[in-house]
């Protein structure tokens, strides 16, 4: 009798294994010591085939013997295990009806091929086969063993999935977090890192991230949450679009979002939540409603322009056909104005750029108005009323004035006055109809004074000068116009 013990580790090489087992047949060894996880029985060796079927059980793999006729003459436990049929049940089975798909074959050398290993509940395991033949008391057969790989394959789709998630976290361009069910923060994006000034993985949500609602009424949803329970709802539940700001980040508006994560059972294993940089949205809302009202008040000027327009206009013409030639071209001067407005934005223009506008019906581009001053820009609250007066001025021109006879000339020049907070801006026309007397004053220039006093927070001195009218407007280009008068206020009767 021999005193060698032979460990058999269930992870060892198939080599090693086929040595071992060709030891204990004939009686080389009298000993086994087969290790599993927790503990190392030693198994005596009895007899030939007792020994062989011992370490066949015990192996941690599944194993099995295959007669030469390719059927199964012996299972242990765990290929049981990992089919979910009985050791009855597989003996003397086809070693290929284990399989689904091809069956696995010998390979030259140790190397082992991956197959598809039948279950009874309809579905299949991912195997590693090892196969190598070997004579047992002069009785060939092939000595199997079937290793789980799913386990491993698990494990390696959780490497990949944990790569795959920390490339997106790495990649994203909003602040993201990971919770697990208490809130505590697993995974953080590198804007999340930013954001909370470092690595928030650890803490708690609410430590990292302190929330203030950006609203009231979103004011009252956070409210309902004490710390620990808001933490708690971000690592379970979903939440959608509240609007909040960090007290770190005033200045910035954000939106959060969660949503829970599930594991294969469906079970709430954490969530992930994600802070939505959402300032310059804001700001553009806000924007709009400014536009919005204001566009609603332009509007509403507007109309009461027209309607005052209207009503003065009709007073002072006998006919249908005066009142609608004089009425659409105040109209006209009004529409002029708005596009020069719309297509600079509401910012302003200049006045050389406004004069050769207003006055492009008047005959700007004939030589027949002479210009002349230093580039100034007129605010967009300027350009309406000053567009009024310069209609009322070209119109009267060109009925009685300057522009009425082919030699007539229009010099219109300007200047700056108390250190560029005022303009002076002079219109002169000569080689017109003289004039005798004081002239005429009709609603065109009563519009213009009434124009430049309330619009313009200014004064217009019109002189009736017998070479032609000499217009003098001097009015403010800073100064602050309630919106409430504007320009309505200038066509109202008095």
């Given at each position: 009798?021999?005193?060698?013990t032979?460990?058999?580790?269930?992870?060892?090489?198939?080599?090693?294994?086929?040595?071992?087992?060709?030891?204990?047949?004939?009686?080389?060894?009298?000993?086994?010591?087969?290790?599993?996880?927790?503990?190392?029985?030693?198994?005596?060796?009895?007899?030939?085939?007792?020994?062989?079927?011992?370490?066949?059980?015990?192996?941690?793999?599944?194993?099995?013997?295959?007669?030469?006729?390719?059927?199964?003459?012996?299972?242990?436990?765990?290929l049981?295990?990992?089919?979910?049929?009985?050791?009855?049940?597989?003996?003397?089975?086809?070693?290929?009806?284990?399989?689904?798909?091809?069956?696995?074959?010998?390979?030259?050398?140790?190397?082992?091929?991956?197959?598809?290993?039948?279950?009874?509940?309809?579905?299949?395991?991912?195997?590693?086969?090892w196969?190598?033949?070997?004579?047992?008391?002069?009785?060939?057969?092939?000595?199997?063993?079937?290793?789980?790989?799913?386990?491993?394959?698990?494990?390696?789709?959780?490497?990949?999935?944990?790569r795959?998630?920390?490339?997106?976290?790495?990649?994203?361009?909003?602040?993201?977090?990971?919770?697990?069910?208490?809130?505590?923060?697993?995974?953080?994006?590198?804007?999340?890192?930013?954001?909370?000034g470092?690595?928030?993985v650890?803490?708690?949500?609410?430590?990292?991230?302190?929330?203030?609602?950006?609203?009231?009424?979103?004011?009252?949803?956070?409210?309902?949450?004490?710390?620990?329970?808001?933490?708690?709802?971000?690592?379970?539940?979903?939440?959608?679009?509240?609007?909040?700001?960090?007290?770190?980040?005033?200045?910035?508006?954000?939106?959060l979002?969660?949503?829970?994560?599930?594991?294969?059972?469906?079970?709430?294993?954490?969530?992930?939540?994600?802070?939505?940089?959402?300032?310059?949205?804001?700001?553009?809302?806000?924007?709009?409603?400014?536009?919005?009202?204001?566009?609603n008040?332009?509007?509403?000027?507007?109309?009461?322009?027209?309607?005052?327009?209207?009503?003065?206009?009709?007073?002072?013409?006998?006919?249908?056909?005066?009142?609608?030639?004089?009425?659409?071209g105040r109209?006209?001067?009004?529409?002029?104005?708005?596009?020069?407005?719309?297509?600079?934005?509401?910012?302003?223009i200049?006045?050389?750029?406004?004069?050769?506008?207003?006055?492009?019906?008047?005959?700007?581009?004939?030589?027949?108005?002479?210009?002349?001053?230093?580039?100034?820009?007129?605010?967009?609250?300027?350009v309406?009323?000053?567009?009024?007066?310069?209609?009322?001025?070209?119109?009267?021109?060109?009925?009685?004035?300057?522009?009425?006879?082919?030699s007539?000339?229009?010099?219109?020049?300007?200047?700056?006055?108390e250190?560029?907070?005022?303009?002076?801006?002079?219109?002169?026309?000569?080689?017109?109809?003289?004039?005798?007397?004081?002239?005429?004053?009709?609603?065109?220039?009563?519009?213009?004074?009434?124009?430049?006093?309330?619009?313009?927070?200014?004064?217009?001195?019109?002189?009736?000068?017998?070479?032609?009218?000499?217009?003098?407007?001097?009015?403010?280009?800073?100064a602050?116009?309630?919106?409430?008068?504007?320009?309505a206020?200038?066509?109202?009767s008095?």
């Amino acid at each position: 009798m021999t005193s060698s013990t032979e460990p058999i580790e269930p992870d060892r090489s198939p080599n090693e294994a086929e040595e071992a087992v060709e030891a204990i047949h004939p009686g080389k060894a009298d000993a086994a010591v087969v290790q599993g996880l927790d503990t190392s029985p030693v198994i005596m060796l009895q007899g030939a085939e007792a020994p062989y079927h011992i370490l066949v059980e015990r192996m941690s793999d599944g194993a099995l013997t295959l007669r030469a006729d390719g059927n199964i003459a012996l299972v242990n436990s765990r290929l049981c295990a990992l089919t979910g049929r009985g050791a009855a049940d597989l003996m003397g089975q086809s070693f290929a009806t284990l399989f689904a798909g091809a069956a696995p074959v010998q390979r030259d050398g140790e190397a082992a091929s991956e197959a598809q290993l039948r279950r009874t509940d309809g579905g299949t395991l991912p195997v590693s086969v090892w196969m190598h033949q070997m004579s047992i008391g002069g009785v060939v057969a092939t000595l199997v063993t079937l290793t789980d790989l799913s386990i491993h394959r698990r494990a390696e789709e959780g490497a990949s999935a944990e790569r795959f998630a920390r490339s997106i976290l790495e990649q994203a361009t909003d602040a993201i977090v990971v919770l697990a069910r208490d809130g505590h923060i697993t995974h953080a994006s590198q804007v999340a890192e930013r954001l909370a000034g470092s690595s928030p993985v650890g803490q708690l949500f609410s430590d990292a991230f302190p929330l203030d609602a950006q609203s009231a009424e979103e004011q009252g949803t956070l409210t309902r949450f004490s710390r620990e329970s808001l933490d708690r709802a971000l690592g379970t539940r979903p939440i959608h679009g509240i609007e909040v700001r960090l007290r770190n980040e005033a200045s910035r508006s954000f939106l959060l979002s969660a949503g829970p994560l599930v594991d294969d059972a469906k079970d709430v294993v954490g969530s992930i939540v994600t802070l939505t940089d959402i300032t310059e949205r804001k700001r553009a809302e806000e924007q709009q409603t400014v536009l919005v009202a204001e566009l609603n008040h332009r509007v509403k000027n507007i109309l009461a322009i027209v309607q005052s327009v209207a009503g003065q206009t009709l007073r002072t013409w006998p006919s249908l056909p005066a009142f609608n030639k004089a009425f659409s071209g105040r109209i006209q001067a009004v529409s002029i104005a708005h596009d020069i407005l719309t297509q600079t934005r509401w910012i302003g223009i200049g006045v050389n750029e406004l004069l050769a506008t207003v006055l492009a019906p008047y005959g700007a581009s004939e030589r027949r108005f002479v210009t002349e001053g230093p580039p100034v820009l007129l605010r967009a609250r300027l350009v309406l009323p000053l567009s009024m007066v310069l209609h009322e001025l070209a119109t009267n021109a060109s009925k009685y004035g300057a522009l009425s006879t082919p030699s007539g000339r229009v010099a219109i020049s300007w200047q700056l006055r108390e250190d560029g907070h005022r303009l002076a801006l002079t219109w002169l026309e000569r080689g017109g109809p003289k004039i005798e007397g004081s002239g005429s004053r009709g609603f065109g220039i009563t519009l213009i004074e009434r124009v430049v006093r309330f619009d313009l927070d200014g004064e217009a001195k019109i002189n009736f000068e017998p070479d032609g009218i000499r217009c003098v407007l001097s009015f403010a280009l800073k100064a602050d116009v309630s919106p409430e008068n504007v320009p309505a206020s200038a066509v109202r009767s008095g």
